[in-house]
């Protein structure tokens, strides 16, 4: 009888606390946060399914990225647990873990600090934004600021762009400015930039399963801000008022239906080099087809592995300029102490200006 | 519409390679309301050519050509008249040059810049250095400014100790002001004392960013070059006189005795500048006849820059460490200083390896070629020597031979071994190929009875031939294949496979032995080779090679995977030296430029394998604008495969003659092959190239680097005698015209 009355003691305790635990998660649910992500996946499922049919006819992402974009299927289906953290699962991206940035890691935290010394030595014009501790954001902590190698690679790109007589005109826009990233990962550079240039239109071009990622972070980010994703306006209208809109987010597959007017810089950061030279050039040609004045590359002439590609500059050299800017000895992804790259081995921060040939002659 | 505020006058002179790049960078300009007045000083190069071609694109460039060559100062000069004939009513002019460049924000701010300072008579930004190829080779920009200094005298001073001439002249300044100081007046070193005359003005602005790439080619400053450069046409006595003192002399002229700043710059203060001038001018100009000396004295004694450099290097990192307090400053310079230490570990292990090769090389080998450096040996011995052997033997005997040994292996049942093929790609593609199509036809070989064998991946030439193919490479390493061959090389006195030689014996039994073959039947190259020397030799008629050889398209190549690493549309390049192109600066120019220009309309795909698997030197333009390297794709095992994909898919070849240039017909790919020297041709294999190209139907230009700028005169003939330029009202006058 005893028994009987124990189990039933304990079969309530459960139902109580898996009931407590409902109403905590229904209470997450109505997070800000959480309910961007829940529009991002509506999106996300929409452009998947528009997506399908363009990927079957010689669209589709590389054996590479169709490993990488199945790791994170999950997200498809995210708690709001996993959005209050969302940054710990930007690991499937970037290869970075939260555990990398233990406090304890002294000499570890050293060398961050060391390098972001280095880099505000080049910072000539303040452009240092600290990883925000948004959705569980991480990092050393170096004098109250979250400070991560992806943090660092936005630093030194943006002090690139700024060295490149591109920022300013960004910052100090009075007209607004429309930047496209194509492969903005997580959009930690687009909040950076976002922040430090408010009167821009950030467009960003990927896979529809990364904008689980960055639209969520950008819109939690920016919670005033005016987001746009492909299709919800007819495609031709998708950049009808493009001056009032924050963010749009455009799949890789659909990114030559809809035009824009104007298009003033164009980023590609670490993408570029994993493509074929026929991806990469088909994405140069476009923003010289904008007439996008400005493109910014942070990429190795070519990844080593990748045996599909001829050279990063060479391809942004048919339709660019390419002017190479150089920081420090070494590459981002290295500690100040590490061997330096080869000559052709780092990374490269290179600004192209648009080339004339092609163009209409002037008025 | 109203006038342009702005009047560009960019001097042009032979800079016809760089031109497109600057003119470029000027058209992109968001600033686009200014005019750009390019004035010619009778170039020879194609510089002409390029501005008429950006002009009939864009109304804004006015292009004008000198009737008599000027010369440097005059040509300044004219550029800024002419600028200012055409937009009188400019505000700001620049002076721009023929091979520099401007990001495409440099005229806005610069135009903002003095705008918003009245005060200000020139505005330039922060600028980097570029070498010829457009890399940065600075170490950071320079800077100086006499933004807020009102005192004329302070400015003066100011702007005589740290002003860096070269660089401030190509600012912006207003029109009105650089004409009050004369623009620039008939002494040496004219942008020094312009500058001077403006500080006098106004202030001078620099904005802080880098909005402007100067090209830099090296130490070339001199006086005597400013006088040839400045005085083209003779010159006067005065251009021997110190430029300080000319300066100084000119300063006191003008501010003194023709008192041309009267009454805002009085009499004595223009008498006092004047010797202020002479003192400072004069200590500057002995610092730089010093760097001057050291300069000259490098270039007489080259052992000594290395040590100079060293003892510099040494002082100056005493110096830098004495003074190192920032951080990032740190860094920079530490790594900066392993970076040094590397490459000089790196240079050392270099120069170690190249000592050893050279010291255990054969010594047979430097026999051998010292014998053939002997005089007449190469140029009547050696041929007189083929020439004895070949008139010994009608080659009507060699036909009968040859035809023998092609039944003995057409009748035999047992698997064939075509090959070895161990020499030059020119001859495999150009003949040895043919002739076993011939072959192949004419005696009824089964291609499943044949085993070709040779190296590279060269199979898919053989594919619709033969149905087995075997690499050398894969029977043994690169390293053993080379030595191996080398040997024969030396034993047989050339590389040629006239007979069986030891090393195809051995590659014959490891074919066998990795296809478990038994017995064999070889169909040898010396088969072919002692069959067409006569031929070659100009013994024998070419239907001795066209009865015994048989030309046709290969099969296509199926390169979906590879071509996703190349452009879209690209043209294939493939340069080397060979005794008929060999290195010389000429040849090296020449190349740089066809490969500039080409890369300039179309993307090139370089061939060049990144491997030393024959006696030819590549030729590296480096990777540029639009240039593509697939190296990376070549390995010793497949080079020739992925070379022939891309010619395969290319839109043209273009190379050095021979080799790879025979292929391009082959594949339907229309081909430009390039000699210098025609006394290393063989005029037999010309002849060959040619009938090839007819009977493929695909264009095979063979071209003598001589005729090159005959070409290029009679297409520029052909261009400008199109109607449509003969009807244009300003052709008929070419001196001067807007276009």
Known sequence: MSDVSATDEMMAAARTAADEWDAQ????????????????????????????????????????????????????????????????????????????????LDKQRRRFTEKLAALRALDD??????????????????????????????????????????????????????????????????????????NVTYVITDFPELFLFSATYLMAAFPDAKVRFYGEVPPQETFADWQEVDFVFLPDTFHGTARPDQVDLTINMVSFQEMTTQQVEGYVRRAFEFECRYLYSLNRDRSHHNHELSNVRSIIGQHYWPHQIDLLPVSYTKMLHEDPDGEDGGYKHVVGWRRVSGAEPAQ | MSAPRVVIGAPLYNHADDLPETLESLLSQSYRDFRLLCVDDQSTDATADVVQRYASQDA??????????????????????????????????????????????????LVAELDAHPDAVLAYPRNRRIGPDGVINDKRPWEFTTAGIDDVSTRFKQTMRRMSAGNMIYGLGRAAAIRRAGVFRHVL?????LLM???????????????WFRRWYGPIFSLQRQRRAFFPNGRPFYAFVPWWISHACALTWTLTVRGERLPRLGRWTGLRLGGRYLRLAGLLHFRQELKQLRLDLFERATFLKPLYLRVRGYYRGFTRRSRLDQVGAHWRKSFGD????????QRSIRKTRKAVSEGIAPPGRSLLRAIRALPLMKSRIIPWLVRQEIDEVPSGREVGLMRAELRRVAKSRTPIIVGPWLSEVGFEVLYWIPFLTWAVKEFDLSPDRLFVVSRGGAGLWYRDLADHYVDVFDLMSVKQFQRRNEARWQDGGNQKQMAV???????????????????????????????????????????????????????????????????????????????????????????????????ATTPVVLLNPGLSMDDHEDFDPGTGMGVHKIDHLMTPTQNLEVQSAVIANARAFIGTYGGLAYLGPFYGVPSIGLFSNAEELVLTHLDVSRRLSRQLGVPLVTLDVQEVEMVETLFDTLTRETPAAASRPDAAVPTSSRL
């Open chain 1, 25 to 104: 998660l229904a209470v997450r649910r109505e997070a800000f946060a959480y309910k961007a992500y829940e529009r991002v996946r509506r999106q996300v499922l929409g452009l998947m399914a528009l997506g399908r049919n363009r990927r079957l006819t010689g669209h589709a992402p590389s054996d590479y990225w169709s490993g990488e974009l199945a790791k994170f299927e999950y997200m498809l289906d995210a708690s709001p647990l996993i959005i209050e953290k969302l940054r710990h699962h930007t690991h499937n991206l970037t290869g970075l873990h939260a555990n990398h940035y233990r406090q304890s």
């Open chain 1, 125 to 198: 014009a303040d452009v240092w934004i600290p990883e925000s501790r948004l959705l569980g954001g991480f990092g050393f902590d170096i004098e109250g600021e979250l400070v991560n190698i992806d943090t660092l690679k936005f630093y030194e790109v943006l002090i690139a762009l700024h060295a490149g007589a591109v920022l300013g005109e960004m910052r100090q826009a009075t007209e607004r400015k429309l930047v496209w990233e194509i492969g903005a990962g997580w959009g930690g550079f687009a909040y950076q930039f976002k922040t430090l240039c408010p």
């Open chain 2, 60 to 109: 804004r460039i006015v292009y004008s050509r000198n009737p008599r060559r000027l010369g440097m100062i005059d040509n300044w000069r004219r550029a800024f008249e002419l600028a200012l004939e055409d937009t009188p009513d400019a505000e700001y002019f620049a002076w721009a040059s023929d091979h520099d460049i401007w990001h495409p924000r440099w005229l806005a701010t």
């Open chain 2, 189 to 193: 070193v004219p942008d020094r004392l």
């Open chain 2, 197 to 211: 005359e403006l500080a006098l003005e106004g202030q001078f602005r620099q904005v802080p960013d880098v909005l």
């Open chain 2, 338 to 345: 392993a970076e040094r230490r590397r490459r000089l570990v």
């Open chain 2, 501 to 599: 030689s030891d090393f195809d014996d051995q590659i014959v039994e490891l074919v066998k032995e990795h296809h478990g073959l038994r017995d064999v039947v070889l169909l040898h190259p010396s088969v072919m080779y002692r069959l067409l020397r006569y031929y070659w030799a100009e013994k024998a008629a070419i239907s001795l090679l066209q009865k015994h050889a048989v030309y046709r398209r290969m099969p296509a190549i199926d390169a979906a995977s590879m071509l996703k690493t190349l452009p879209h549309e690209y043209v294939a390049v493939r340069f080397y030296f060979r005794p008929s192109f060999p290195d010389t600066r000429e040849n090296r120019a020449l190349v740089t430029r066809f490969i500039r220009a080409l890369a």
